[in-house]
C-alpha cells in the first residue's frame, strides 16, 4: 500500500486524497460513537492521506521547476 500512490497522476493523487478525508472524517465519528471493529485504522489512514500529501506537493514543486528551468 506504502508504494501503490507513486504511479497515480497528479489528478488522481489529489482525488484519492480527498476520498480519504472523508474516509476519516467519518471514521472519527465513529470512533466517538464507539462502533469501529479496528481502531488502528485511523492512524492508518491518516498516514496514508500524510503520504498523499508529500507526493502531491512533490509533484507541484517538480512541475513548477521544469516550467521554470525551460
Same mark, same amino acid.
Given at each position: 500500500? @506504502?508504494?501503490?500512490?507513486?504511479?497515480? %497522476?497528479?489528478?488522481? #493523487? &489529489?482525488? @484519492? +486524497?480527498?476520498?480519504? /478525508? %472523508?474516509?476519516?472524517?467519518? #471514521? /472519527?465519528?465513529?470512533? &466517538?460513537?464507539?462502533? &469501529?471493529? *479496528?481502531?488502528?485504522? @485511523? =492512524?492508518?489512514? =491518516?498516514?496514508?492521506? $500524510? +503520504?498523499? *500529501?508529500?507526493?502531491?506537493?512533490? +509533484?507541484?514543486?517538480?512541475?513548477?521547476? $521544469?516550467?521554470? @528551468? $525551460?
Amino acid at each position: 500500500m @506504502k508504494n501503490s500512490f507513486k504511479e497515480l %497522476k497528479l489528478e488522481e #493523487l &489529489v482525488a @484519492k +486524497r480527498d476520498e480519504l /478525508r %472523508k474516509k476519516y472524517f467519518d #471514521l /472519527r465519528f465513529q470512533m &466517538v460513537i464507539g462502533h &469501529v471493529e *479496528n481502531p488502528l485504522e @485511523k =492512524r492508518t489512514m =491518516r498516514r496514508q492521506i $500524510a +503520504r498523499l *500529501n508529500t507526493l502531491i506537493c512533490q +509533484r507541484e514543486r517538480g512541475a513548477d521547476g $521544469a516550467g521554470a @528551468k $525551460a
